[in-house]
């Protein structure tokens, strides 16, 4: 079975700021993909990024960018230039490629609680 | 496109009693999963259900079922209620079937509450 472990119950960070939030995962799948979501208070599950096992290139959203290392299993989300809004719980989450299979599903890890502070 | 929606927001039950979740998927999307938020385990699957029928099931008791309409609403239910229970319950909607399209968007969830 697949694991995800995020290391790092709590972060803070300045506004205006770069953070990194760290994820490693297991599994012995060779395909599959690996996501970032954040929950705001409001509890609504916001996709931040993902990223293809496959590809080697990082993934990149606007301030928001991965350090993805497949051989080491780890999976970090980095935040450039932090904003007030960005305050919310980080869950890196893994889920397998096979479409027909029963590990079709999103496993998390168990969150990274970030606060910005002004 | 409208969101995911899943009603009611808030729940108050209690213990032994029975609950039917409901949620919307985004219109086009076939596939709808349900996760169990809780402080103390996280975020654990639940089910999957994708054009009516189950296709993942997480660890959990029989007391936790699931059906899925041809509209691809869906809903959940669980019998017999526990404190344990208590928890966010959240839906989440992919179209699955496109290798390109394969995120899978929550809804805002249900708040259980079992006293």
């Known amino acids: 079975a697949q694991t995800v472990t995020q290391s790092q119950p709590e972060m803070s960070v300045q506004e205006a700021e770069t953070v990194t939030l760290s994820c490693t995962y297991d599994t012995s799948e060779s395909d599959y993909y690996l996501f970032w979501y954040k929950q705001p208070p409001s509890r609504q599950m916001i996709l931040v990024i993902r990223q293809e096992a496959y590809k080697q290139q990082n993934a990149t959203e606007n301030r928001f960018s991965v350090n993805f290392q497949k051989a080491a299993k780890s999976f970090s989300l980095k935040i450039s230039d932090s904003q007030l809004g960005d305050a919310a719980m980080y869950f890196c989450a893994y889920r397998s490629a096979d479409s027909g299979g029963s590990n079709y599903k999103l496993t998390f890890g168990k969150g990274t609680l970030l606060t910005v502070n002004p | 496109k409208a969101g995911v929606t899943q009603t009611p927001r808030y729940l108050i039950k209690t213990r032994g009693q029975q609950v039917t979740l409901s949620c919307s998927p985004i219109?086009?999307?076939?596939?709808v999963s349900w996760y169990q938020q809780t402080p103390g385990q996280g975020l654990q699957f639940l089910f999957e259900?994708?054009?009516?029928?189950?296709?993942n099931k997480g660890n959990f008791p029989g007391r936790f079922s699931g059906r899925q309409f041809s509209n691809s609403r869906s809903e959940m239910n669980v019998s017999t209620l526990e404190l344990g229970d208590s928890a966010l319950y959240l839906c989440?909607?992919?179209?699955?079937?496109?290798?390109?399209?394969?995120?899978?968007?929550f809804g805002p969830g249900t708040r259980l509450t079992v006293t």
């Open positions: 989440a909607s992919s179209s699955r079937t496109a290798s390109f399209s394969y995120e899978q968007y």
């Open positions: 219109s086009g999307h076939r596939s």
């Open positions: 259900y994708f054009s009516e029928t189950q296709r």
